[in-house]
């Protein structure tokens, strides 16, 4: 089955700063990676998603990239701001499989005022 | 507001017993997934329905079972329950599972096994 694995788990940053967060796949028929961003207590919700037809996708100071051949993919935060602050979770999935997602472990990124 | 609901939103129970767990989607979401988040295992897929049927099977452990009745609404059942599955339950919708689509995460169930 697909694995994903996500770094770094932890990520600290000032207010004003970008952050990255990498993840890797396994399964080359995978080709839908969505992020979800989870403040804590709250329920994940969707931020940003890509498709393998695409290598980058904007959306204001959110960023994802997809490198197909190497199976990695990343997210990018610019200007970050306390509000940023959450856990982040990248997910791969694929056709033939309803495109359940397999998550990532996760990266805790907190942006210090 | 995602427009999913989930109930409880709480339940402390002890080791043994049988819990039911309640999740109504997003308005026109034919689509329920059952997902487990624990600490050290993250966010793991336990099953998916599709208008009332059965669709997708991930980690779900066979004490556990799920149902999505004709107005939707789908229900998770945990049984002889360990102290190991507590965890938070998320419910998710989406309009379709032929996707891929958005998924609608509900605000979860936190269980406590003690």
């Known amino acids: 089955g697909e694995n994903v694995e996500q770094h770094p788990s932890t990520l600290s940053v000032q207010e004003g700063d970008s952050a990255v967060i990498k993840c890797t796949y396994s399964?080359?028929?995978?080709?839908?990676f969505p992020w979800y961003k989870q403040e804590l207590g709250k329920r994940p919700q969707l931020i940003i998603d890509?498709?393998?037809?695409?290598g980058e996708k904007k959306d204001q100071r959110i960023a994802v990239t997809l490198n197909k051949t190497a199976k990695h993919f990343s997210l990018h935060i610019t200007e970050t701001q306390p509000e940023d602050s959450a856990v982040y979770f990248c997910?791969?999935?694929?056709?033939?499989?309803?495109?359940?997602?397999?998550f990532g472990r996760g990266t805790s990124l907190i942006v210090h005022p | 507001d995602s427009g999913v609901t989930q109930t409880p939103k709480h339940l402390i129970t002890a080791t043994g017993q049988r819990v039911t767990l309640r999740c109504s989607p997003r308005?026109?979401?034919?689509?329920v997934y059952w997902y487990q988040q624990s600490l050290d295992q993250g966010l793991q897929f336990l099953i998916q329905?599709?208008?009332?049927?059965?669709?997708a099977k991930g980690n779900i452990l066979e004490r556990f079972s799920a149902q999505q009745f004709p107005d939707l609404h789908s229900e998770l059942n945990l049984s002889s329950l360990e102290l190991g599955d507590s965890a938070l339950y998320f419910c998710?919708?989406?309009?379709?599972?032929?996707?891929?689509?958005?998924?609608?995460f509900g605000p979860g169930t936190r269980l406590t096994v003690t």
């Open positions: 998710a919708s989406s309009v379709d599972a032929s996707g891929p689509y958005e998924q609608y």
């Open positions: 399964d080359s028929a995978s080709n839908y």
């Open positions: 890509i498709r393998s037809n695409v």
């Open positions: 997910a791969a999935s694929r056709p033939g499989g309803s495109y359940i997602p397999t």
């Open positions: 308005s026109g979401d034919l689509s």
């Open positions: 329905y599709y208008n009332g049927e059965e669709r």
